[in-house]
């Protein structure tokens, strides 16, 4: 089984790569994130030609989240509880007729530690900490993925320790990322990588793509049934950089990828 999630940065812009990923690499579950589209207007039709299912919930100009599935999938829940209600379509978890249960998020940016909206990030990610803690079966096969917006230690950021604070980096929200771990959830790249970096997000200013300034944002988490059977996980680098080269503008996201056994 082979599992993804990417940040499209906007699923109109990016649809053809996005089909043509889905034609090379060929993943059973793909968690996307930053449709910017309202959720009939994804085209369902184009990613059921090849050959996936598909639960979203999308949103006008901004935010949208969905989880697309080779096998057919039941949408569970497309609300955070207990999240404000103007935080917009960032979560949607589904189940797929396997049992296995997959939830694609965005988690809210926050701008700056000291704009208001870092508030109400840190208060977004306490109501995933709590929905994730509340799990009735923390044993069951479960995949959280997605662009969490937090660089969980000093070697998931390009800027390393001096960065200690700012957004990202703050001690607040790689708390909260811990209490997803702590609550179940394997990090599946950093449980096979202990010292590579794993960036999957690049500034598109500055050159920083080819210069390798990047985060580790995107993640795929997942309970320890699903992350004994993984074999390998990847930042599919190569892929955003043939996005360039081919003339079609490139996410400023990187898809990341976990084979399974």
Same mark, same amino acid.
């Given at each position: 089984?082979?599992?993804?999630?990417?940040?499209?940065?906007?699923?109109?812009?990016?649809?053809?790569?996005?089909?043509?990923?889905?034609?090379?690499?060929?993943?059973?579950?793909?968690?996307?994130? /930053?449709?910017?589209? &309202?959720?009939?207007? %994804?085209? *369902?039709? +184009? @990613?059921?030609?090849?050959?996936?299912?598909?639960?979203?919930?999308?949103?006008?100009?901004?935010?949208?989240?969905?989880?697309?599935?080779?096998?057919?999938?039941?949408?569970?829940?497309?609300?955070?509880?207990?999240?404000?209600?103007?935080?917009?379509?960032?979560?949607?978890?589904?189940?797929?007729?396997?049992?296995?249960?997959?939830?694609?998020?965005?988690?809210?940016?926050?701008?700056?530690?000291?704009?208001? /909206?870092?508030?109400? &990030?840190?208060?977004? %990610?306490? *109501?995933? +900490? @709590?929905?994730?803690?509340?799990?009735?079966?923390?044993?069951?096969?479960?995949?959280?993925?997605?662009?969490?917006?937090?660089?969980?230690?000093?070697?998931?950021?390009?800027?390393?320790?001096?960065?200690?604070?700012?957004?990202?980096?703050?001690?607040?929200?790689?708390?909260?990322?811990?209490?997803?771990?702590?609550?179940?959830?394997?990090?599946?790249?950093?449980?096979?990588?202990?010292?590579?970096?794993?960036?999957?997000?690049?500034?598109?200013?500055?050159?920083?793509?080819?210069?390798? @300034?990047?985060?580790?944002?995107?993640?795929?988490?997942?309970?320890?049934?699903?992350?004994?059977?993984?074999?390998?996980?990847?930042?599919?680098?190569?892929?955003?950089?043939?996005?360039?080269?081919?003339?079609?503008?490139?996410?400023?996201?990187?898809?990341?990828?976990?084979?399974?056994?």
């Amino acid at each position: 089984m082979i599992l993804g999630t990417w940040n499209v940065n906007g699923v109109r812009a990016r649809a053809q790569r996005l089909i043509e990923w889905l034609a090379e690499r060929k993943p059973d579950v793909v968690c996307l994130q /930053e449709l910017k589209v &309202k959720t009939d207007e %994804l085209d *369902r039709d +184009a @990613l059921k030609a090849a050959g996936y299912h598909v639960a979203a919930i999308g949103q006008a100009s901004w935010n949208g989240v969905a989880v697309l599935s080779r096998e057919p999938l039941e949408t569970v829940s497309t609300e955070l509880p207990g999240a404000a209600a103007d935080a917009g379509a960032r979560f949607i978890v589904t189940r797929r007729d396997d049992g296995l249960e997959v939830a694609s998020v965005y988690v809210p940016n926050g701008k700056t530690t000291s704009n208001p /909206e870092f508030r109400s &990030k840190l208060a977004w %990610l306490e *109501r995933l +900490a @709590l929905h994730i803690e509340s799990r009735p079966d923390k044993e069951a096969p479960f995949v959280l993925a997605g662009d969490f917006n937090v660089c969980t230690t000093d070697l998931d950021s390009y800027l390393g320790a001096r960065a200690h604070g700012t957004i990202f980096h703050t001690d607040e929200e790689r708390a909260l990322i811990g209490r997803l771990t702590a609550a179940g959830l394997c990090d599946l790249y950093r449980s096979k990588y202990t010292a590579e970096p794993g960036y999957s997000w690049w500034d598109y200013r500055a050159g920083a793509f080819h210069r390798k @300034l990047g985060m580790r944002l995107d993640l795929i988490l997942a309970t320890d049934v699903v992350a004994r059977r993984v074999k390998d996980v990847f930042i599919d680098r190569e892929f955003r950089k043939k996005s360039k080269l081919s003339g079609a503008l490139p996410s400023d996201h990187a898809p990341v990828v976990a084979v399974l056994d």
